[in-house]
């Protein structure tokens, strides 16, 4: 299905029989006791408006739209406001999209008052193929030249921007939008950073359509008379450092969500400054770049005229500490001072890419820290970065996450080398609230799993390895007399008092996606958890 939609409707009791009855007519379920077929003088296409909508509150998606079916005086009925508060798309950049999305944009796009799209390239094109193309390109990038354009690319951008415009346009006059949600992930594989302005010089040669963009949102804003939610991820330059200007004073004052996350963003360039957070004392959620997150933020999110903060999410991006710096982000100091005006805040980080050496100087001891992710193409971590977080996080950390893609002959990364101990089974024996734990990409010894299985139990919720990441003592092979495969899932299993097994497929973990997609999605459901 290329157009996925959900919506969400509050529980409320089952309908009264002839309610009931009628509904399940119309869906098809069964026809109604006495009620004639339409077109007749006593029939459905008689009923009331007001009975038809809501008869139709009480059918989940796919049956009122089948319903609707009935005749064309239900058909009318199915876009009434109140059927459709909230609004969930996820596109994919086709073209075969527009003309769907242009109709449901045109019926419900004014009066919506939840709104939440993701544009999603299913399939990353390359020149030549995965990642020898990408390697190819950096390498040609390298030496001065422009990388080769691909004319899957073009194509996916230009329908891109034809998608954004379309979703923006409609929602340009809509004062009744309490939530709007955009992510687009389209970005090229990391491999290849930032989509270049080579691409889009080709697809939106004068920069109108993006200038256009651009004004649209800044419109949404301005015109926004109920806005708490705001979120913007990966959205191709729609957002820039003026776009908050937009707004006025009394909707940043009353703001209890804001996530502002582009990669593509020129050099130093940010897209909120300390000075204009200050509007935003009502905040309780905020996603940012690390690199974004100053200890002059800091300063302000602390200060008593601004509630307390309940949720930061943070991305550590290779990328942006190449263009910034991290002398402006705060300092123990400033998370102690945090902290005291926000006793319940809880920090999500994702680092991708990032260095030891850097994750050492950004992981302050006062960060209460709730969730961290590492994923890696190039840089893994290393064992003393997993000993620093289970030393300083002890009483925070519930969700630890390790993703390696890197290609290496030689086998996977060792954290445990050189050490008496493995980081990993120290994590789950001082982080008590550990409840996911998954890893993909580094060695983790059978008879460590067994001891972090043994050491939660079954307070591990999500215990998630690959079967490519779990290695055996020569001793344990060498026992002609057990399996040890099935020691190792029994002995597991009898730790964590379920049934578990390692993961087969990388592409079954739970985690395993894109891993700017990936962060959004957390960042969501961790701001909701508020």
């Not at 939609?5 to 119309?26: F, H, K, M, T, Y």
């Not at 769907?100 to 796009?109: D, H, P, Q, S, V």
């Amino acid at each position: 299905m290329l157009l996925f939609l959900s919506q969400e409707l509050e529980a409320r009791p089952g309908p009264p029989p002839p309610v009931a009855a009628a509904a399940a007519a119309a869906a098809g379920l069964g026809p109604a006791p006495g009620m004639s077929v339409c077109g007749e003088a006593v029939g459905a296409g008689s009923l009331p408006s007001e009975l038809v909508v809501h008869i139709f509150s009480f059918l989940a998606g796919p049956d009122r739209l089948r319903a609707s079916a009935a005749c064309s005086h239900w058909r009318e009925c199915l876009f009434y406001p109140a059927l459709w508060p909230r609004l969930r798309l996820s596109l994919r950049v086709s073209p075969a999209e527009r003309p769907r999305l242009e109709f449901l944009m045109r019926k419900c796009g004014w009066f919506v008052r939840e709104l939440r799209v993701q544009f999603a390239a299913d399939n990353y094109p390359s020149g030549g193929g995965g990642a020898a193309a990408a390697g190819e390109g950096a390498a040609a990038a390298g030496d001065g030249e422009a990388p080769p354009l691909c004319p899957r690319w073009l194509d996916l951008l230009r329908t891109y921007l034809e998608l954004v415009l379309c979703v923006l346009s409609s929602v340009r006059n809509n004062r009744n939008l309490q939530k709007l949600s955009l992510f687009g992930d389209i970005s090229i594989l990391q491999q290849h950073g930032s989509i270049s302005n080579t691409y889009l010089g080709k697809v939106d040669p004068d920069g109108k359509k993006i200038k256009q963009i651009q004004q649209l949102f800044e419109e949404i804003l301005g015109n926004s008379r109920q806005l708490k939610w705001l979120s913007c991820g990966f959205m191709l330059q729609i957002v820039t450092p003026t776009s908050l200007s937009s707004l006025s004073n009394p909707i940043a004052n009353t703001m209890e969500h804001l996530s502002l996350l582009d990669n593509h963003i020129p050099g130093n360039t940010t897209l909120i400054t300390a000075v204009e957070l200050e509007r935003f004392v009502n905040l309780r959620s905020l996603a940012l770049d690390f690199c974004d997150f100053t200890a002059e933020m800091a300063r302000v999110l602390a200060d008593s005229n601004h509630v307390p903060l309940h949720r930061l999410s943070l991305l550590v991006h290779s990328v942006s500490i190449m263009h910034k710096s991290l002398d402006s982000m705060p300092e123990d100091e400033n998370w102690k001072a945090l902290t005291r005006n926000s006793t319940n805040l809880r920090v999500y980080i994702m680092a991708f890419d990032v260095k030891s050496d850097d994750m050492l100087r950004i992981l302050k001891p006062s960060i209460p820290l709730e969730r961290i992710h590492f994923d890696s193409y190039i840089t893994c971590v290393s064992g003393a970065v997993v000993d620093l977080i289970s030393r300083q996080y002890d009483k925070f950390l519930t969700h630890f996450i390790l993703m390696n893609d890197v290609i290496d002959m030689s086998g996977f990364p060792d954290l445990s080398d050189n050490r008496n101990e493995d980081p990993l089974v120290l994590l789950a024996w001082r982080c008590t609230r550990l409840s996911l734990l998954a890893v993909h990409g580094y060695t983790v010894w059978a008879h460590n799993l067994i001891a972090i299985a043994r050491l939660r139990g079954s307070d591990l919720k999500v215990l998630e390895v690959t079967e490519e990441s779990i290695d055996f003592d020569q001793g344990e092979l060498a026992d002609q007399d057990v399996d040890p495969v099935h020691n190792l899932i029994e002995q597991v299993s009898l730790g964590l008092g379920r049934p578990w097994h390692a993961v087969m497929d990388i592409e079954l973990l739970s985690v395993f996606t894109e891993p700017t997609r990936h962060f959004y999605r957390e960042m969501q459901s961790f701001s909701e958890g508020i």
